[in-house]
């Protein structure tokens, strides 16, 4: 038998999560969770990186006897070392404000259209790109300290085995990788005069990058979302995969990027995937606005359960709302119900009143947004989508997954709700040589998971 851990860390919580592996069967259960609640720290929305270490600390412990361990978390931010391998400092949250003006200042060197095209990522303020340019104007101190910059899953397993590498798949949310030969973009880092070395060796999915206490530390695919697709089960050729968390993560599984001036328009990302592919992305807002209107809604006295806020939209008539989830002012924290209603004063639109009616006008929002982002994907890359199969927490919700067929008008297949983590137990045992190949993976997740299908009952409007 072997034992493994996969740590899946997201923006708002961590967890561990135990694997058992044995007879082709793997058995999974969590062992230890802990809110990630960032901290303001030297004027910046910073993560609080000494409690996540703790909370890694802690679940290795819990643990107990292990063979191998893989770290997986959002993409983009980063800490920053110096000379002795000690961090600088906190590594900025991705919605902090430092990047403001970064992008103008930033295509006045090359265009969006050029970096979009050299990287295959669309131009998104979070983007490492300009965080590492906001750092350097705003900090500069920092910044010619910085002998090593690592991602926030390479930047753990690095405090583990002391291995600095960069894992592709998370290398491909910088925009500053070139998508066709998974290597950084020479005239990107040209021009922005940042320095190769400053980044981790580059390193594959599923590679073995040290030990930590003689546990193997395993480069999983360290972007979550692509530890998500490596949970797939149904037909990557006919089907889309939904990746529903805090963001939303529309894509399909292509040879090659989209590079295409109509991919540029329509939103069409590039992200290496974690077995050699490349994922095209659509990059959506996701359950981020109910975590925010739950969190006010605690503030104010009353902590609802997500399945009490289901029930309370299930009761609340279909209003016809539709948010922009897009909007700068839902990407920014605090009292998130109210800048829902305010948007819908301002476009002109029936006020959410209650709790129910807030929910389900996200969730209507969300389906019907998914909608449109899947006629662009199809349109971009020339493919007819069969199915989609949802993935992440937002397959526990039974209203969003019939909502989204109804919008989507296709077959909707709900599961695995522990996508992420399970991708990231399965690529570290094809890094310990236990499973063989993708339909070996498949096989392994299809006969260990219940799945959830929905059939569109209705079709939507958008």
Same mark, same amino acid.
């Given at each position: 038998?072997?034992?493994?851990?996969?740590?899946?860390?997201?923006?708002?919580?961590?967890?561990?999560?135990?694997?058992?592996?044995?007879?082709?069967?793997?058995?999974?259960?969590?062992?230890?969770?802990?809110?990630?609640?960032?901290?303001?720290?030297?004027?910046?929305?910073?993560?609080?990186?000494?409690?996540?270490?703790?909370?890694?600390?802690?679940?290795? &412990?819990?643990?107990?006897?292990?063979?191998?361990?893989?770290?997986?978390?959002?993409?983009?931010?980063?800490?920053?070392?110096?000379?002795?391998?000690?961090?600088?400092?906190? +590594?900025?949250?991705? %919605?902090?404000?430092?990047?403001?003006?970064?992008?103008?200042?930033?295509?006045?060197?090359? =265009?969006?259209?050029?970096?979009?095209?050299?990287?295959?990522?669309? =131009?998104?303020?979070?983007?490492?790109?300009?965080?590492?340019?906001?750092?350097?104007?705003?900090?500069? &101190?920092?910044?010619?300290?910085?002998?090593?910059?690592?991602?926030?899953? /390479?930047?753990?397993?690095?405090?583990?085995?002391?291995?600095?590498?960069?894992?592709?798949?998370?290398?491909? =949310?910088?925009?500053?990788?070139?998508?066709?030969?998974?290597?950084?973009?020479?005239?990107?880092?040209?021009?922005?005069?940042? +320095?190769?070395?400053?980044?981790?060796?580059?390193?594959?999915?599923?590679?073995?990058?040290?030990?930590?206490?003689?546990?193997?530390?395993?480069?999983?695919?360290?972007? /979550?979302?692509?530890?998500?697709?490596?949970?797939?089960?149904? /037909?990557?050729?006919?089907?889309?995969?939904?990746?529903?968390?805090?963001?939303?993560?529309?894509?399909?599984?292509?040879?090659?990027?989209?590079?295409?001036?109509?991919?540029?328009?329509?939103?069409?990302?590039?992200?290496?995937?974690?077995?050699?592919?490349?994922?095209?992305?659509?990059?959506?807002?996701?359950?981020?606005?109910?975590?925010?209107? %739950?969190?006010?809604?605690?503030?104010?006295?009353?902590?609802?359960?997500?399945?009490?806020?289901?029930?309370?939209?299930?009761?609340?008539?279909?209003?016809?709302?539709?948010?922009?989830?897009?909007?700068?002012?839902?990407?920014? $924290?605090?009292?998130? $119900?109210?800048?829902? %209603?305010?948007?819908?004063?301002?476009?002109?639109?029936?006020?959410?009143?209650?709790?129910?009616?807030?929910?389900?006008?996200?969730?209507?929002?969300?389906?019907?947004?998914?909608?449109?982002?899947?006629?662009?994907?199809?349109?971009?890359?020339?493919? @007819?989508?069969?199915?989609?199969?949802?993935?992440?927490?937002?397959?526990?919700?039974?209203?969003?997954?019939?909502?989204?067929?109804?919008?989507?008008?296709?077959?909707?297949?709900?599961?695995?709700?522990?996508?992420?983590?399970?991708?990231?137990?399965?690529?570290?045992?094809?890094?310990?040589?236990?499973?063989?190949?993708?339909? /070996?993976?498949?096989?392994?997740?299809?006969?260990?998971?219940?799945?959830?299908?929905?059939?569109?009952?209705?079709?939507? @409007?958008?």
């Amino acid at each position: 038998m072997k034992k493994i851990l996969a740590f899946d860390l997201g923006s708002s919580s961590g967890r561990a999560i135990e694997g058992k592996y044995a007879d082709g069967k793997l058995q999974y259960k969590e062992i230890h969770r802990f809110k990630n609640v960032p901290i303001w720290h030297n004027g910046h929305l910073c993560w609080d990186f000494e409690k996540i270490m703790k909370e890694i600390y802690l679940g290795i &412990e819990k643990a107990g006897e292990i063979d191998s361990i893989g770290i997986d978390a959002w993409g983009a931010d980063f800490g920053v070392l110096d000379q002795n391998g000690d961090l600088l400092s906190l +590594p900025v949250h991705y %919605r902090d404000l430092r990047t403001e003006g970064m992008i103008k200042e930033a295509q006045e060197r090359i =265009t969006g259209k050029r970096l979009f095209q050299l990287s295959g990522n669309q =131009t998104y303020a979070t983007n490492t790109l300009y965080q590492i340019l906001a750092l350097r104007k705003t900090e500069p &101190e920092i910044w010619n300290q910085t002998i090593k910059l690592l991602h926030i899953p /390479d930047l753990v397993s690095y405090l583990l085995c002391r291995n600095a590498v960069c894992e592709r798949t998370i290398a491909s =949310t910088t925009q500053m990788l070139d998508p066709d030969s998974g290597m950084w973009s020479q005239e990107i880092l040209d021009e922005f005069q940042i +320095p190769r070395q400053i980044f981790g060796t580059m390193t594959d999915t599923g590679t073995i990058i040290g030990e930590y206490k003689g546990v193997k530390v395993i480069a999983v695919a360290g972007h /979550d979302t692509q530890s998500a697709g490596a949970a797939m089960t149904e /037909d990557v050729g006919t089907t889309a995969f939904l990746n529903i968390g805090t963001w939303s993560l529309l894509g399909i599984e292509n040879e090659k990027a989209i590079l295409s001036d109509e991919g540029y328009e329509l939103g069409i990302s590039n992200e290496q995937g974690p077995y050699g592919g490349i994922h095209c992305i659509m990059n959506i807002t996701g359950l981020w606005l109910l975590q925010e209107c %739950r969190r006010t809604w605690e503030e104010e006295g009353i902590l609802y359960s997500y399945d009490e806020l289901e029930k309370l939209a299930e009761q609340a008539e279909s209003s016809g709302i539709f948010l922009d989830l897009n909007m700068e002012d839902f990407a920014q $924290p605090g009292n998130m $119900p109210e800048k829902i %209603r305010t948007f819908c004063r301002r476009t002109g639109q029936r006020i959410p009143e209650t709790v129910g009616e807030i929910v389900r006008c996200i969730y209507e929002s969300l389906a019907s947004t998914y909608s449109k982002e899947l006629k662009k994907l199809e349109q971009g890359s020339g493919r @007819r989508i069969e199915k989609l199969q949802i993935l992440g927490g937002g397959a526990r919700s039974e209203m969003l997954c019939q909502m989204t067929a109804d919008y989507c008008g296709r077959t909707v297949t709900a599961g695995p709700v522990e996508a992420t983590a399970l991708g990231n137990l399965i690529i570290q045992l094809k890094a310990l040589a236990e499973i063989a190949d993708d339909s /070996d993976a498949r096989r392994i997740l299809q006969n260990g998971e219940s799945f959830r299908y929905y059939v569109p009952q209705r079709k939507q @409007r958008e």
